[in-house]
């Protein structure tokens, strides 16, 4: 969808007629105009974008079943914010209707900056930045990971530390391609 699309479905859909700029904002920041794009909040966020509306909703709806943080549509919202702007996984794949939740949760926590005239556009700056999306939290073990030894740092007669322990679950590698989160592996080799 382009920018001028766009602003006239804002102008349709929305409750409020001075809802377009900050919205055009929100979604160029978060989607980039796409309607159907989901995103599956991993450590590295997947974008998916989907190819109708029918599939949005079933890749949205299965990614949700397995426990995967998933962000859907032109703002990319989360759950949370999906309830509060009255959306479900299915209209939130309807450009009207995302638009016009989007509309209701801009309101609302432009009320809640309780910003008067003087104020208003940093109020409406702050509340289109909160719609950013945030990177997910970084677990503190993998902030904060000990170095290895170096070979220069130990003495011939120091000896390092045999750790004969099986790695933890945390430790090892994770093969999860697809965050499902099932326990289940595969062992794939080539001839």
């Known amino acids: 969808m382009d920018p001028a699309a766009f602003a006239a479905l804002v102008e349709q859909c929305a409750p409020m007629p001075d809802l377009v700029r900050p919205l055009t904002a929100i979604v160029r920041q978060a989607s980039s105009f796409e309607p159907l794009l989901i995103t599956v909040q991993a450590r590295n966020p997947v974008p998916i974008q989907a190819s109708d509306r029918d599939e949005a909703i079933q890749l949205a709806t299965e990614a949700i ?47 809640a900056a309780n910003a008067d005239a003087s104020g208003r556009g940093q109020a409406i700056a702050d509340v289109v930045a909160s719609f950013a999306i945030k990177a997910p939290a970084t ?3 993998a902030r904060t990971r000990p ?16 750790n004969t322990s ?12 697809y965050r499902s989160g099932l326990g ?8």
């Not at 170095?147 to 045999?162: E, W, Y």
């Open 166 to 177: 099986a790695p933890s679950a945390r430790e090892r590698p994770n093969w999860d391609v």
């Open 147 to 162: 170095a290895a030894p170096r070979r220069s740092d130990v003495s011939i007669g120091d000896t390092l530390p045999i």
């Open 65 to 111: 079943a397995t426990g995967q943080p998933v962000r859907t549509g032109l703002a990319q919202l989360d759950a949370e914010e999906n309830k509060q702007a009255g959306l479900t996984v299915t209209t939130t794949f309807d450009a009207c209707k995302h638009i016009a939740g989007l509309g209701r949760l801009f309101e609302v926590r432009l009320q």
């Open 139 to 141: 677990p503190p073990e």
């Open 184 to 191: 289940t592996s595969a062992f794939v080799y080539e001839r």
